[in-house]
T-cell receptor, first 111, second 114 residues
Framework: QKEVEQNSGPLSVPEGAIASLNCTYSDRGSQSFFWYRQYSGKSPELIMSIYSNGDKEDGRFTAQLNKASQYVSLLIRDSQPSDSATYLCAVNVPAGNMLTFGGGTRLMVKP | DGGITQSPKYLFRKEGQNVTLSCEQNLNHDAMYWYRQDPGQGLRLIYYSQIVNDFQKGDIAEGYSVSREKKESFPLTVTSAQKNPTAFYLC?????????????FGPGTRLTVL
C-alpha cells in the first residue's frame, strides 16, 4: 500500500466550477499536510499547508483535513484555465523525518 | 531576493560519466533535500540534510552522493553507478527539518543520458 495516494486523473472541470482533489494517507501519526501545484515542465509550488482537522481557506483554495478518516482534500472554487496543472499532495512521515508525496492528480479546466 | 537556485537547467551525460548538480539557497534554511521525478510520477527522496556536515539517505540513494559543507549549498552527484539517471531533479529546502515544515523548491535540473 502506497503511503500517500491520489487519483492520477485527469480530472476535467468546466471553467467556473469547483474542482475537488482528494488524497489519502496511511500513517496515522502524520501531522503536516501540504498541497503543491506543478505546471508541466516546472517545479512544484506550495499553495496550501494544513495541520489541524477542519477547513483552511486561502482565496479560491480550501484545504480540508480529516485525520480520523486519513484524508486531505483541496477544493478550488471558480476554476480557471490557468489552474490546469498537476496537484501533488505531501504528508510528513514522523518515523522517517521527511515528506512523502503522492503521484499527483492532473487537473484540466476547460473554457 | 530570497530563493533556491539550481544549475544547470539542462544537463546531458554520457554513459559512465559522473555529473554534479548544484543547489544553492539564501533563505537561511537548515534543511535541504534532493528529489527525483520521472515522467508522470510523484517525487522520490534521494538524500536530505538537516544540518551542515550531516546528511541521510532517502528512498532511492543508490548511485547518488551529496555533501553539505556550507549551510546554503547542497550539491548532488549522479555517479556512473546510477543505471537510469534520466529524470527531473528537484532541490528543496525548509526552515527546520523533520517534515513538519513547509518545503520550497528550486526550478529543477533536467538530466538526460545520451
Amino acid at each position: 500500500q502506497k503511503e500517500v495516494e491520489q487519483n492520477s486523473g485527469p480530472l476535467s472541470v468546466p471553467e467556473g466550477a469547483i474542482a475537488s482533489l482528494n488524497c489519502t494517507y496511511s500513517d496515522r501519526g502524520s501531522q503536516s499536510f501540504f498541497w503543491y501545484r506543478q505546471y508541466s515542465g516546472k517545479s512544484p509550488e506550495l499553495i496550501m499547508s494544513i495541520y489541524s482537522n477542519g477547513d483552511k481557506e486561502d482565496g479560491r483554495f480550501t484545504a480540508q483535513l480529516n485525520k480520523a478518516s486519513q484524508y486531505v482534500s483541496l477544493l478550488i472554487r471558480d476554476s480557471q484555465p490557468s489552474d490546469s496543472a498537476t496537484y501533488l499532495c505531501a504528508v510528513n512521515v514522523p518515523a522517517g523525518n521527511m515528506l512523502t508525496f503522492g503521484g499527483g492528480t492532473r487537473l484540466m479546466v476547460k473554457p | 531576493d530570497g530563493g533556491i537556485t539550481q544549475s544547470p537547467k539542462y544537463l546531458f551525460r554520457k554513459e559512465g560519466q559522473n555529473v554534479t548538480l548544484s543547489c544553492e539557497q539564501n533563505l537561511n534554511h537548515d534543511a535541504m533535500y534532493w528529489y527525483r521525478q520521472d515522467p508522470g510520477q510523484g517525487l522520490r527522496l534521494i538524500y536530505y540534510s538537516q544540518i551542515v556536515n550531516d546528511f541521510q539517505k532517502g528512498d532511492i540513494a543508490e548511485g547518488y552522493s551529496v555533501s553539505r559543507e556550507k549551510k546554503e549549498s547542497f550539491p548532488l552527484t549522479v555517479t556512473s553507478a546510477q543505471k537510469n539517471p534520466t529524470a527531473f531533479y528537484l532541490c528543496a529546502s525548509s526552515a527546520v527539518a523533520g517534515g513538519r515544515d513547509e518545503q520550497f523548491f528550486g526550478p529543477g535540473t533536467r538530466l538526460t543520458v545520451l
